[in-house]
C-alpha cells in the first residue's frame, strides 16, 4: 500500500487498538470453553489454541485422531459466534503437532488439582521418556508406577501410588 492510500496515523492506531481488543475479548471467549475430556481445563490452557487474531482462530488437536477435535471445533464455533464474532475462521493446523509444552501454568495447576498428573514443564522439548516418575496430584508423592500406557483418554497413561495407593491419569509427553 502506497503512503498515499495508508489512512492517517491516528486511524491506524485506532485500527491496531481495535484489533487488539477483539483478540482480548476471542482470548476471553476460549478461555471459558472446557476441553470435553477434563472440564476442569479450557481450550486455552491446554494450548490447543495456538493462534488468536481479530479474524481467525487456530487450533491444533492433542492427537491428530483425537474423538473430541470436532467438538471443541463446535463449541468454538459456538461461543464465537454468540458473542457477536460470527466473521472468525475456525482453523485447524496438526503441523507442528500438539505438545505438552504448550499446557499453561494455570493449566499444569487445573489439571493436578482435578487429580491428573500434568508432564514436567519442558518435558517434551527435552525429550523426556514417558516412564519418567509422575508426581502424584493428590499427595505429591514420586514413589509412582504406570499401571498401563492406556489411560481414560489416548493422551493420558494410568499410574497408582503407593505412598497414597490411588491411581490417577498422567499426560503422556509428546
Given at each position: 500500500?502506497?503512503?498515499?492510500?495508508?489512512?492517517?496515523?491516528?486511524?491506524?492506531?485506532?485500527?491496531?487498538?481495535a484489533g487488539e481488543t477483539?483478540?482480548?475479548?476471542?482470548?476471553?471467549?476460549?478461555?471459558?470453553?472446557?476441553?470435553?475430556?477434563?472440564?476442569?481445563?479450557?481450550?486455552?490452557?491446554?494450548?490447543?489454541?495456538?493462534?488468536?487474531?481479530?479474524?481467525?482462530?487456530?487450533?491444533?488437536?492433542?492427537?491428530?485422531?483425537?474423538?473430541?477435535?470436532?467438538?471443541?471445533?463446535?463449541?468454538?464455533?459456538?461461543?464465537?459466534?454468540?458473542?457477536?464474532?460470527?466473521?472468525?475462521?475456525?482453523?485447524?493446523?496438526?503441523?507442528?503437532?500438539?505438545?505438552?509444552?504448550?499446557?499453561?501454568?494455570?493449566?499444569?495447576?487445573?489439571?493436578?488439582?482435578?487429580?491428573?498428573?500434568?508432564?514436567?514443564?519442558?518435558?517434551?522439548?527435552?525429550?523426556?521418556?514417558?516412564?519418567?516418575?509422575?508426581?502424584?496430584?493428590?499427595?505429591?508423592?514420586?514413589?509412582?508406577?504406570?499401571?498401563?500406557?492406556?489411560?481414560?483418554?489416548?493422551?493420558?497413561?494410568?499410574?497408582?501410588?503407593?505412598?497414597?495407593?490411588e491411581p490417577f491419569d498422567?499426560?503422556?509427553?509428546?
Amino acid at each position: 500500500m502506497s503512503a498515499l492510500h495508508k489512512p492517517p496515523a491516528s486511524r491506524r492506531s485506532a485500527m491496531a487498538h481495535a484489533g487488539e481488543t477483539s483478540v482480548v475479548k476471542i482470548r476471553a471467549i476460549l478461555a471459558d470453553i472446557p476441553d470435553p475430556e477434563i472440564p476442569a481445563v479450557s481450550v486455552l490452557d491446554l494450548g490447543i489454541v495456538r493462534e488468536v487474531t481479530d479474524d481467525r482462530v487456530v487450533i491444533t488437536p492433542t492427537y491428530t485422531g483425537c474423538p473430541a477435535t470436532l467438538y471443541i471445533e463446535q463449541a468454538i464455533r459456538r461461543a464465537l459466534d454468540a458473542n457477536g464474532f460470527m466473521h472468525v475462521r475456525i482453523e485447524t493446523a496438526l503441523s507442528p503437532p500438539w505438545s505438552t509444552d504448550w499446557i499453561s501454568d494455570e493449566g499444569r495447576e487445573k489439571l493436578r488439582a482435578y487429580g491428573i498428573a500434568p508432564p514436567p514443564k519442558g518435558a517434551a522439548a527435552a525429550s523426556l521418556k514417558n516412564d519418567q516418575r509422575a508426581q502424584c496430584p493428590r499427595c505429591g508423592s514420586l514413589n509412582t508406577v504406570e499401571v498401563s500406557r492406556f489411560g481414560s483418554t489416548p493422551c493420558k497413561a494410568l499410574w497408582r501410588c503407593n505412598a497414597c495407593v490411588e491411581p490417577f491419569d498422567r499426560f503422556k509427553c509428546h
